[in-house]
């Protein structure tokens, strides 16, 4: 078999369980290894398979094939226990085993211990797997080799990409209204701005700031880096279409609609935007057990000027005001 053919690892790293360190490694189809001498020595079994056959190629690896294991062996664990081949990251052919394989051994020996069915000569291997069973639990064991390896964190890169599909549609989705005039009315409003349809479709800057905060960052962490980069710019570097049209109709747009609606009731149920921010805090607290917003992350609010039709007495005085005293009389002095 050519190093070509044989799955290489992406990740390695040594799992330490009590005063033990076994190697692991993550193969390129996601699979977690235990090396063969790591898994050998973790259930106390000094020897090792002979170079290069594998070792456990035959139908009941030796680690398990005493026959007063075998009422206590399953098929389950038989197809589990074929030793793989692959290459290090140094392109070296090495033998594994599957990492959820050791607690299932472990459960063996420990079994047949309970029934007192355990030889003198497996004494030892029985200690050893009581350490690894206290050490680890059986569904732990895949995100341990996970941290050990650093593979986790391809692992939440994998996630996060299928979440971002779900989310983010392929192409750019026809425009139709989605923020309901409501929404930015409540906004006028908790700040005490004036709200006609001029100024709704002219509004300060800052709105769209606190709407990606209280709305878009509340979405998966990843969508709204996404969207933007997916939103299309001028060559003046303004976006030239909305957030919204790239989020998919089915999931994102939803999502989107949900978070809006919950926002909306807040703002109603408010007096002010601090307030607001306040209630807003406590939502995200019960949803995600931890507080993200802070009210000084919103205190950026624009000079608005109020348009104003003076009234003809207004004029008058004003025109008054502006007409320079008349000169003094010389004489009068």
């Not at 594998?54 to 197809?79: C, H, Q, R, T, Y």
Request: hydrophobic share 35%.
């Amino acid at each position: 078999m050519s190093n070509s053919k044989l799955l290489r690892a992406t990740h390695e790293g040594k799992l330490t369980i009590g005063e033990l360190e076994i190697p692991c490694a993550v193969l390129a189809d996601g699979t977690r290894l235990l090396t063969q001498g790591g898994f050998l020595k973790a259930i106390g079994r000094s020897r090792t398979p002979k170079a290069g056959t594998g070792g456990g190629v035959a139908e009941i690896p030796f680690f398990i094939s005493a026959s007063n294991l075998k009422p206590f062996i399953d098929k389950e664990l038989l197809l589990s226990t074929t030793p793989i081949l692959f290459t290090t990251n140094k392109g070296v052919k090495a033998w594994g085993y599957r990492a959820d394989l050791l607690p299932r051994v472990c459960e063996v020996y420990l079994k047949a211990k309970d029934e007192d069915a355990i030889l003198a000569s497996q004494q030892q291997i029985v200690r050893h797997c009581e350490i690894l069973v206290r050490g680890l639990a059986h569904i732990g064991i895949i995100s341990l080799v996970d941290e050990a390896t650093g593979y986790q964190y391809t692992r939440e890169k994998d996630e996060l990409q299928k979440i971002l599909k779900a989310y983010i549609a392929e192409e750019l989705l026809p425009w139709q209204k989605t923020f309901p005039d409501i929404y930015y009315r409540e906004i006028f409003r908790l700040n005490g701005w004036d709200f006609t349809v001029p100024s709704i479709k002219k509004r300060p800057g800052v709105v769209g700031t606190w709407t990606n905060k209280i709305v878009y960052e509340q979405l998966p962490k990843g969508v709204l880096k996404e969207l933007k980069d997916n939103t299309p710019k001028s060559p003046s570097g303004n976006y030239t279409a909305r957030f919204f049209q790239s989020l998919t109709p089915d999931v994102g747009n939803s999502h989107l609609q949900n978070q809006l609606n919950s926002v909306i009731t807040l703002m109603q149920v408010s007096d002010n935007w601090k307030s607001f921010i306040i209630q807003f805090n406590k939502l995200v607290d019960r949803r995600k057990g931890q507080l993200e917003l802070k009210f000084e992350d919103f205190e950026e609010k624009p000079q608005t000027k109020k348009i104003e039709n003076p009234t003809s007495f207004d004029k008058t005085l004003k025109g008054l005001l502006s007409v320079p005293p008349p000169p003094k009389d010389k004489k009068s002095k």
